[in-house]
Structure formats: C-alpha cells, structure tokens
C-alpha cells in the first residue's frame, strides 16, 4: 500500500526521503518518487519497481543546506504502475504526493480539462495539484489557495504538497488516512505515513487527526481542525523499537492485519463496483469464450477461499465450478478439458504445489487465470490472466486479510460472470453490488466485541477439540476458523459442513468438545440451528456466532443483524479470527510466526 514522507531541514533530504521510504517497503508498493524543493529550484525523480531503481536513478543528485522534499511509493489503484502514475504529482510550479482515494476526482478532472489543464497520469492524486494552482491563481496566499482545495476534495487522504513560491513550507492535510509529524531541537519537521520511517529521526511525534490540515516551516507547525480552527499539536513520544512501530500499536502483525480488512478491501473494490456492473480492468472479456466450466484449485486458505467460490459461482452465474486441494490435484492425473477455465488462488503467488497445477493446466492447453495478492510473483508471470487481491503485505504466518480480500475478489467475479452469463437479473446485481459497498464498514473490529471475545476466550484454552461447523458458504468460513485457531493455538481444531456431524464426528460429543456454530439468520439458519440443537442435547459445549440469540449455547458471540448472508459471513469471519488470536494470546504462542510455519511454502 501507498506511503508517504516529507522533510523539511538542513540535513540531506534526498537521503532522508529514501531511507524513509525505505522504511515503509515493507507495505508493498510498484513505483517511487521524491521532489525536493531547494533555492527555488525543484528537481523530481520518479522510477517504477522497486526503491534501488530510484536510488539508482538519484545517486548523482545531491542536497545540502536547507531544502524540503517530499516522497511516495505507489501501489498502483488508479491506473497502471508506470512511472507518470508515480507520485510525486506535478502541476506548474507544486508538486504532491497523496495515499487514499479521492473520491470526486473524475467531477474535478473534467473541470480542470475544460479549463485547460492537461493531465499527465491517470491518477486521481494529479487533480489536488491542479486544484491547487486554479485556486492560486485567486488566492491572497498559497495557504488560501490549498485550504480551499483541502475543502474541495472528497475521500480519504493523507496529502503533502510544496510549491515554488514557498520554498520554506510544506503543506499537510489528512483524512481518513494516517500520518503524522515529527519536530525537533534542530527545526526539522519529518512527515510519514506511518511510525517507522520517524524513528530514531525525533522523539516527539504528532498524529494528526482527520480533518487536520494546515503547514510547517522551519520555526512553525500550524493545524487546523475541518472547522478551520487553529489548535495545538499534541505531541507524544516516539517509540524507539521499529518491529512494534510497524505494528502500528497493535500487539500482533495478525491483530493489525485483522482491524487492517476493512481498508484493504476498500482497496480490492476501488475501481471495480461500478452502478451496475463488475469491471476488471485487468482482463480481458474472451478469456471467458468459450468456458463451461471452472476449476479452481489452491492450498491451506486460499483453498477455503475457493470452497466459498464454489457456491457463488453456481448460485449466481450459473457455471459449474469445483475446487480441489492442489497438492492433491497434482498427482492424482486428473481430467483436464479444454473448455474449463483454470483459476489458482494463492496469497503469495509461490506455493510450489499451486504453482505446479498451473504449470500443469498451461501444459494441457487449458486457459488460466491467477487470483493473487503478489504483483510479479511466479504465478501471476505464468497465468493467462491475473486478479490482485491488493491486501497489502500480510506479515503474519496465519492469513487473515488475504483470505477476506481474496472472498471479496469471488464475490465481486461472481456478479462479473453473472452478468456475462445473464443469469441474474440486473436488479439483483445492482442489490449485490451495493451490498459489497458495504463490506468494508461490516469488517471494522467494534471494540466492545473484541472485548467480548477475548473474555470468553479464556473458557476455550483446553478440551479435546474444537467443532467449527456451518453451512454452505459458512462451511468454508467454518474450515478457516478451525485452521486459524490450531495454526496459532496448537488446539486440536476441525471445520465440518454442520449437517454432517451426525454421521459421525457427533460420538465425540461431550462437555469437553468445544462447538462453534456459524449461525447466519439469512442462510439456512433453521437447518443449521436443529444441527446445533443435536450437539447441544448430547452435551457438547456451544459457543454460537449469530445475529439472533440462541438459548441452547453455553456462549453467544453476537454479530450485528445484516441484510444478507454474504455480509454476515465477513461479520462472522472477523470473529472467528479474533477468536482464535484471543485464545493464542492467552496460552502464550508467537501469533505472528507459529511453530513449524512458513509462510511462503515453495516446497512441496
Ligand atoms: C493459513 C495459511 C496457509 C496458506 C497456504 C497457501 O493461514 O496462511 O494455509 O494459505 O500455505 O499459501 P498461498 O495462499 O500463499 O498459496
């Protein structure tokens, strides 16, 4: 995902801003730029790939004495990862650089190119630059001219801009995006996107809030609030430990990665919902022509992902679809028709039993297609065809928000073939792509159920076993909430289709056979709830995750009422990761990097 820095001080600035980004590598990102503003004179430098390109293509610039600079690396949303799309964006005589959306660019744009302004990129960060300078041009001051752009855009952002005729300002504004500021003895002031790039730079630290806006030179730092209010920095102390830094607070790379779904699927959707229909830029229409089938196939939980799959293909585009566990796949000399489409799912793009299913159905003649959150790994090279999941980095071992950004992925494919197919009616699509809207608001973690979670978790650290169980696409969401839990708990766990337990798995029943019972009030929930009753009468222990209370479980994990199962899956699927995160914290394990865990497996 996109970072940010900016500096503004004696020292060297182009070192400053790379070793910066640097910092911030680790979010993932396709190109990089900085622009340092020195004597009048800015001098910009843009390069796609990774940061060494643009070390390469700076080494023989050099800054000394006062300057002020900003910098970015981009993970391409709006546009392809070339080096126009780079930041910083440049407009006459300002530069920017910008993470987040801007959700009125489009409107703003067409404006601006009725006015005259050409655009270079196809981004949407271009539009803050040239707003800027319209509003320049009839503002008493550059500060004016920026407080009015600031109240223009709509979107999250987080947004430094320097211009020309201020050689010793940076412009700051931040919504819905973080960043934060840094001052010290030696009026520097370092801006970044996250902790990381800062420590060891200051000690005393800014974060802004949303809203915040305002300009620092070197002897002043000024913010105002949305309401145009002057207000004092509150400033804090930096951490000097650059890990729990880049947690962002958060104990666990997982716990962040968690309470990180909700933007990260904001990100899988940007682009593609449109009123009514399902756009992938990335592909292209015939790698569907002539497709009666798909077949999908994966590992761990990219697997469980694909089971999801499974169901929505069928239910809503009418193609038959499967999945199969590729280790098992690939030995097992399987069938392979020229009129099925082969998809892979896979989070890093490396997993050598994945990879060898592709390479299998590429050798058959069969068209295929990769749904990935690594640009350029080895899967998305040899594909046909590619998806991004654009979850970002996932640090942690256990997957979490690539599985939830790879289930938004199917969902958002589903209505793409459900309209190619037309086996939905546009209504219904309409119904559904409104409903995706509203994902990323359903995965934001309520503090007052993590709490919840974590209190009942101490009921759950021991027993013979754990029962997840579910139907339908909760049966999939039932085989990660137990793959979570025994990858981090070290607790025997299963995921079980809910109305299979009595033909055998129900003779472990006992008070110390923990059930989990994915209860969704608009899928099957008297079915699964008479399921859950069998378990119930013979002992079990139950813990129900439903919007409707449930007077036969010993525990209830309440998820808010929605209006369809697919966004009380994504509820539900937050719980069952907090779930399991709760109960490892409390025995004591390595959330982040369990025992016996990789988490690329390129061995088979
Ligand atoms: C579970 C987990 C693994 C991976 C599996 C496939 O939390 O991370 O089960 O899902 O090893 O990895 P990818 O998706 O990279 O192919």
């Known amino acids: 995902m996109c970072g940010i820095v900016g500096y503004l001080g004696d020292k060297n600035s182009k070192e400053i801003l790379l070793s910066g980004l640097k910092e911030l590598e680790y979010r993932g990102y396709d190109s990089a730029g900085i622009a340092v503003l020195q004597n009048g004179k800015v001098d910009s430098f843009k390069a796609i790939g990774k940061l060494v390109n643009l070390e390469e293509k700076t080494k023989d610039y050099i800054t000394e004495d006062f300057s002020i600079g900003i910098g970015h690396t981009r993970w391409a949303t709006h546009g392809k990862p070339t080096e126009l799309n780079a930041h910083p964006h440049i407009g006459d005589e300002s530069y920017v650089v ?26 949407d960060t271009e539009v803050i630059v040239h707003q800027f300078e319209k509003n320049l041009k009839i503002s008493d001051s550059a500060f004016e001219a920026f407080r009015k752009t600031i109240s223009e855009l709509k979107g999250a952002y987080a947004t430094l801009l320097v211009t020309k005729g201020e050689s010793k300002t940076i412009f700051f504004a931040k919504n819905g995006s973080p960043m934060l500021v840094g001052v010290n ?57 650059k890990l ?3 947690k962002d607070g958060f104990r666990f790379f997982m716990e962040k ?25 990335e592909l292209d229409d015939s790698l569907f022509d002539g497709i009666n089938e798909i077949k999908l196939c994966a590992c761990g939980t990219s697997y469980h992902s694909a089971l999801t799959a499974t169901y929505l293909f069928e239910r809503y585009a009418k193609i038959k679809t499967s999945v199969e566990v590729a280790s098992e796949f690939r030995y097992r000399q399987p069938i392979m028709s020229k009129d099925t489409l082969f998809v892979v799912i896979s989070q890093s793009g490396e997993t050598a039993d994945t990879l060898e299913t592709l390479k299998m159905a590429k050798a058959a003649g069969l068209k295929t297609l990769v749904i990935c959150n690594v640009d350029n790994s080895s899967m998305v090279r040899l594909a046909d065809a590619c998806i991004l999941t654009r ?34 009616s546009s209504q219904e699509i309409v119904k559904q792509i409104n409903l995706l809207r509203e994902v990323p608001s359903i ?74 019972a994915l209860l969704p009030q608009h899928l099957l929930y008297e079915k699964a709830k008479s399921n859950v009753e069998e378990l119930s009468a013979r002992d079990s222990t139950i813990c129900a995750i439903s919007s409707l209370a449930f007077d036969k479980a010993d525990d209830f994990i309440p998820i808010n009422e929605c209006t369809d199962y697919m966004l009380e899956f994504f509820e539900m699927m937050i719980v ?6 709760e109960i490892s914290a409390r025995l004591g394990n390595d959330v982040d990097m369990p025992r016996n865990l990789a988490k690329s497996v390129t061995v088979e």
């Open 98 to 123: 910008h993470n987040g959306i801007i959700e009125n660019y489009a409107e703003l744009k067409k404006q601006l190119i009725a006015d005259g302004v050409t655009f270079l990129s196809q981004t």
């Open 391 to 424: 979850a970002g980095v996932e640090k942690g071992v256990a997957s979490t928000k690539a599985f939830a950004t790879q289930v938004t992925v199917f969902w958002m494919m589903a209505l793409y073939l459900a309209k190619r197919n037309n086996s939905l």
């Open 185 to 241: 003895d030696d009026n520097e002031k370092y801006f970044a996107s996250s902790d990381t790039p800062l420590i060891g730079q200051c000690s005393d630290v800014n974060y802004f809030e949303d809203g915040d806006y305002g300009y620092v030179t070197p002897t002043e730092l000024a913010i105002f609030t949305k309401d145009d209010v002057k207000k004092e920095a509150i400033f804090t102390k930096l951490s000097t430990n």
């Open 244 to 246: 729990s830094a880049q």
């Open 257 to 281: 990665e968690i309470y990180e779904q909700s933007s990260v699927i904001a990100d899988t959707l940007l682009g593609r919902l449109y009123d009514d229909e399902i756009l992938f830029d």
């Open 443 to 516: 995965v934001k973690v309520e503090d007052e159920m993590h709490e919840r979670i974590k209190r009942l978790s101490k009921r759950y650290l021991h027993g013979h076993g754990f029962f997840f169980i579910g139907r339908d696409v909760f049966y999939p969401l039932a085989l990660e909430g137990a793959l979570k839990l025994k990858e981090i708990s070290y607790l025997h766990a299963e995921g079980y289709p809910s109305g299979e337990m009595k033909h055998g798995p129900i003779a472990l029943a006992d008070p110390e056979l923990f059930t989990i």
């Open 576 to 581: 069952v990761q907090i779930f399991s995160l």
